[in-house]
């Protein structure tokens, strides 16, 4: 299951298969109990996700709420994202540390922690980085990254203004450009 149809974090449980259900509800708890407060869980692009309320923070670089963490089961493998990690290096090197301490392998892409088991993962370590980051700390670093209200606005200008169609290049030219 690579992407899902659930629009509620329920019916996304109820349609994973029990040997995939049990790890997503296990990790699932860990978040909801290492994750600081403000977050709210919701459906986000077909996975369960933990964002900043729109409320917070309305302004985003893509309109979207601003995920810190996502959970997903994938076809072959099981799949935490950690969108934390980006701008954070300690906490990535704490959980590379903990990883190499614990003789356990991490299969971390740039936030992606894929996992087959529970087994796989160092719950502390994960809880560590799931709780390193307040609401107001992440906003900061988006601000600081995305420019703010104002990137938003720019965009959303630049999303209303029309578009003049682009000129299709002839054939014989296309074709000699090659």
Known sequence: MASSNASTV???LASLPPERRAPIQAVRQLIRSH?????????????????????????????????IVSLASQKRHLALYLMGLYGAPGVEARLRAAYQAAGKRLDLGKCCLRFRSLDDLVLDAVGDVLGAV??????????A?????????????AKKAPRTPAKKAPRAVAAAAR
Do not use: C, W
């Open 35 to 67: 994750l600081p407060r403000g977050y709210e869980e919701r459906m986000q692009y077909g996975m369960i996700g933990y964002v900043v309320p729109p409320a917070r923070k309305p302004d985003t670089y893509n309109g979207q709420p601003l995920a």
């Open 10 to 12: 329920a019916a996304y």
């Open 134 to 143: 307040s609401v107001e700390a992440f906003i900061k670093r988006h601000d």
């Open 145 to 157: 990254v995305h420019g703010g209200a104002a990137t938003a606005t720019r965009r959303t200008a």
